[in-house]
């Protein structure tokens, strides 16, 4: 039975997974930092490092935000992969590329530990709004004991498959969401440079077969250019849209509208606008506007 749950990475989703847990009855644990410190008013615990957090949890979740997290956490003095009960499970839910995926379910095994891929696809809002969706890859056993609780997170938690089935399928899912994103960019731009309002296009698209959910849901922000409040920065996919083009790489396989998204992502980057709602695409793509006279 899963009765203590170690978070380690509190940002927006882990932070979002913690209060969410915590609201279910969970005892949660997390690693001691200055940022972390509202888990202890909000009803959680905090330890001193990530090994002893892998000593004292039954279930750890991670949600680190960047590779240089993981190398610390993981792989780092007094990391995980120093410690741990063996049988503890766990869910590796980041997004990074397969390769290091493998080296964290490769570190943390050899302690004994179950380490299953269990990214999940969504924002913080779409966990509170119970929209977020897990795809659980690695030991079927230990994915189906541990479901319950990333039900808390995602009432979809589908089991897929062997070990990194996971993050390829987020791959996909995420391929798809920032492609369209750029596509609904450019549809919107070429309209509004050929003199139609952006109200206009946006009803005649919605009302056709050349719709989509995500021109549904980020045309209107991109015609208002309302970036604030944003609920899913642009932060959240710029790195994917980084690791889709390189496991499209590896694999010998063309994917070239995910080089274009991931190229445009790079110049919000660039631009400084990565806080803004991911639809700010579109003003980096404007920034190729030429206009002919």
Not at 219 to 246: C, F, G, H, N
């Amino acid at each position: 039975m899963i009765k203590k749950i170690g978070v380690l990475g509190l940002g927006r989703m882990g932070g979002t997974a913690a209060r969410l847990l915590l609201a279910d009855g969970h005892e949660v644990f997390a690693v001691d930092r200055p940022s972390t410190r509202w888990l202890l008013d909000a009803g959680g615990n905090l330890v001193g490092n990530p090994r002893t957090l892998g000593e004292v949890a039954d279930l750890i979740i991670l949600l680190l935000a960047r590779e240089e997290d993981v190398e610390t956490a993981i792989f780092g003095a007094d990391g995980l992969a120093e410690g741990g009960q063996k049988g503890m499970i766990v869910a590796d839910m980041g997004t990074f590329g397969v390769a290091l995926k493998e080296r964290i379910y490769e570190a943390l095994t050899l302690s004994g530990a179950f380490v299953l891929d269990a990214p999940i696809s969504g924002t913080p809002d779409a966990m509170e709004t119970k929209r977020a969706v897990i795809m659980l890859s690695g030991d079927e056993s230990a994915c189906e004991l541990i479901r319950p609780v990333l039900e808390v997170l995602a009432p979809k938690c589908n089991y897929v498959g062997p070990f990194g089935h996971g993050i390829k399928l987020k791959f996909v899912l995420n391929a798809m969401v920032t492609n369209h994103v750029l596509v609904t960019a450019e549809a919107l731009n070429i309209g509004i440079a050929s003199g139609l309002e952006p109200q206009q296009i946006i009803d005649a698209v919605t009302s056709s077969v050349a719709t989509s959910t995500q021109f549904e849901l980020r045309a209107p922000v991109m015609a208002a250019r309302k970036w604030q409040p944003a609920p899913a920065p642009a932060s959240l996919v710029e790195k994917d849209t980084r690791y889709i083009v390189e496991h499209a790489e590896a694999l010998g396989v063309a994917a070239p509208v995910a080089v274009l998204t991931r190229d445009y992502y790079a110049k919000v980057a660039e631009m400084g606008l990565l806080e803004g709602e991911l639809s700010i695409i579109y003003e980096a793509l404007q920034t190729d506007n030429r206009r002919v006279d």
